[in-house]
């Protein structure tokens, strides 16, 4: 009896340890904010749910919001920004860059023209874009003489993946397109699709001269990280349809230090969706 009471407090300890251990890397990865003033019209916050942009026109009566988090950060966002007149671009429908659109009463929302229903769903309830652009579609803004070019990209993470590309700094808002040293989260039942995904990620490469990238998640970046996630993508591809499980060992053990959820975003998720999506295809 002694002994089960106390193998019982081992496995204690030991889920217990890794629960502590899984909400730590969870909270760095994904809700602790870091704020980043590029400056005095441009600031970046991290984490929180989705990464996040603030763009304000130089005498603060307009600022452009792109993505605005989740429950206490959101709120943490919406006190930091002062300006009377607000734009807000969701660049996906996912809850975690569209929760905090309830807090901005009155402002214009832009967002992809996702299907009415799956808006609701995706975003756990928030109002409808005031202004839904169609894949393909581009909307261009002044914000204090800066050029904001919004562009609806099509199909890649979700089936309407927008794109914030600010002319003079040189910033591109990549929303979930690009995940920073993070597995990304595939779902195919919802949207995803990694071969359109692959051909974005070449597009947005080729198509602007980027200085900084916001990620959806994860630290700041350069241009590189766009051809880092397109390579992820299509170096998993290229094993799976060889059938190569030496090549797919080696890609695993080369991306082994990127975070991953269990369950939600892992290697082995990623290689799972490219075989229901490719081997299907094939």
């Known amino acids: 009896m002694k002994r089960a009471w106390i193998m019982g407090g081992v496995i204690l300890a030991v889920v217990t340890a890794a629960a502590i251990y899984f909400f730590i890397g969870f909270y760095r990865h994904f809700l602790a904010m870091e704020t980043f003033k590029q400056d005095e019209q441009l600031t970046i916050y991290t984490g929180g749910g989705g990464n996040s942009i603030v763009l304000t026109s130089e005498d603060g009566t307009r600022a ?5 988090k989740m429950k206490s950060a959101a709120k943490k966002l919406r006190k930091a920004i002062t300006a009377p007149e607000i734009i807000v671009v969701n660049t996906h429908a996912h809850y975690d860059h569209t929760e905090g659109n309830e807090l901005y009463e009155g402002a214009t929302i832009i ?17 409808y874009p005031d202004i839904a652009l169609k894949p393909g579609e581009e909307k261009d803004l002044d914000i204090g003489g800066e050029r904001v070019r919004i562009i609806n990209m099509g199909q890649a993470h979700t089936s309407n993946d927008l794109i914030v590309y600010l002319e003079d700094h040189k910033l591109l808002a990549s929303g979930d397109l690009v995940f920073a040293n993070i597995h990304p989260s595939i779902f195919p039942q919802k949207g995803s699709s990694v071969a359109q995904w692959i051909d ?22 350069g241009k590189p990280a766009i051809e880092e996630m397109k390579n992820y993508f299509s170096s998993i591809r290229d094993a799976v349809v060889n059938g190569s499980e030496e090549e797919l060992t080696s890609l695993k053990k080369k991306y082994s230090d990127y975070y991953s959820v269990p369950f939600a975003m ?3 998720k990623t290689v799972d ?3 229901k999506e490719f081997t299907t295809a094939k």
Not at 64 to 68: G, I, K, M, Q
């Open 273 to 275: 969706a490219i075989k």
């Open 64 to 68: 452009l919001v792109v993505d605005t």
């Open 200 to 221: 974005v990620l070449d597009r947005i490469h080729n198509d602007y001269n980027i200085k900084l990238l916001v990620p959806g998640h994860g630290e700041i970046q």
């Open 266 to 268: 892992s290697f082995q």
């Open 111 to 127: 967002a992809g023209a996702y299907p009415k229903k799956e808006w609701a769903e995706l975003s756990h309830g928030q109002r």
